[in-house]
């Protein structure tokens, strides 16, 4: 069984930055690819970012483009989101996930193992 436990969201200020780690148990995590995603109070699920197997190849979604970076380390079964100039739209419960291929998706049905969620908050 696949676990994922996140960490490292909170409260901040609109400019500020935040970093969400993601830590796996299991000794399949580098064959996967992992992803980010979050959902807001009446929304649905939406995709953040995404990383290949080996992280080489990462993917945003538009809103998020130069502001956050994903990032993995898989020696220590461990994905990253470096959240930079956030913005109050980006207040949400965040996810991790891990893909179900090692291709990278972008939708939640392409994902089949997720974390707990994480609360981030960003006050204008």
């Given amino acids: 069984q696949v676990q994922l436990v996140e960490s490292g969201g909170g409260l901040v200020q609109a400019g500020g930055s935040l970093r969400l780690s993601c830590a796996a148990s299991g000794r399949t995590f580098s064959s996967y690819a992992m992803g980010w ?3 807001a109070p009446g929304k649905e699920r939406e995709f953040v970012a995404a990383a290949s197997w080996i992280g ?6 538009d ?3 130069g502001r956050f970076t994903i ?4 020696a220590k ?3 990253y989101l470096q959240m930079n100039s956030l913005k109050p739209e ?7 996930a891990r893909g179900s291929t090692v291709s990278v998706g972008r939708t939640p049905h392409e994902y089949d193992y997720w974390g707990q969620g994480n609360q981030v908050t960003v006050s204008s």
């Fill in 77 to 79: 079964n461990t994905v």
């Fill in 90 to 96: 980006d207040t949400a419960v965040y996810y991790c």
């Fill in 71 to 74: 990032s993995r380390d898989n």
């Fill in 56 to 61: 080489r190849s990462t993917y945003y979604t």
């Fill in 63 to 65: 809103s998020v483009k």
């Fill in 37 to 39: 995603f979050r959902q």
